[in-house]
C-alpha cells in the first residue's frame, strides 16, 4: 500500500477552462507588457516634473546655479537645462518584458551619481528619474491581475 501513490482526479469542466484561458494569456503577455511600460514613463515623467518622489532630488551646487544664471538658464528645473534627457527616455516592451531607459551617455550618471568632469573632479549626486513609487508597484499588480481575469 506505500508504494503505491495516491491519484486524485477532479473532473470539473470550468476550472479547467479558466486554466486553460489563463495558459493562453501567458503565452504573450504583451498587452500587459505596454501598460506597464506605460505605468514606467508615466512614472518618469511625474518624477522629472516634482524633481524626485519621494524625497526631493539634492539642490543644485551654487556654482551650477551661477552658471546657469550666466547662460539664462536659471532658475528652472533640475536636469532639465534643455530637456534633452527627459526627452531622452524612451519605453520598450514585448512578450515578456517592459523596459525605460535612456541612450544618452550622461543619463546614468545623473540617475546613479558618481564622479564626473574633467579627472573625475566633479561628484554628482545621484537624481534617480526611473525611480517607481509602491503606489506604482501597486498599480502594475493590479494591472496584472486585471490581465490574468478578463
Known sequence: MADKPIEIQIDNAEVQERLLKIAEKTQSLRPLMKNIAGIMSYSTEENFKNEGRPDKWTDLAESTKK????????????????????????????????????????????????????????????????????????????????????
Do not use: C, M
Open 67 to 150: 552658471q546657469r544664471e550666466k547662460k539664462k538658464k536659471w532658475p528652472g528645473q533640475i536636469l532639465q537645462v534643455e530637456g534633452k534627457l527627459a526627452a531622452s527616455i524612451n519605453t520598450f516592451y514585448d512578450d515578456d518584458s517592459a523596459i525605460i531607459g535612456s541612450n544618452l551617455d550622461y543619463a546614468a550618471i545623473h540617475h546613479l551619481g558618481g564622479q564626473a568632469g574633467k579627472n573625475k573632479k566633479v561628484k554628482i549626486p545621484a537624481r534617480p528619474y526611473l525611480y517607481l513609487s509602491d503606489d506604482n508597484f501597486k498599480e502594475i499588480l493590479q494591472e496584472t491581475e486585471k490581465y490574468l481575469k478578463d
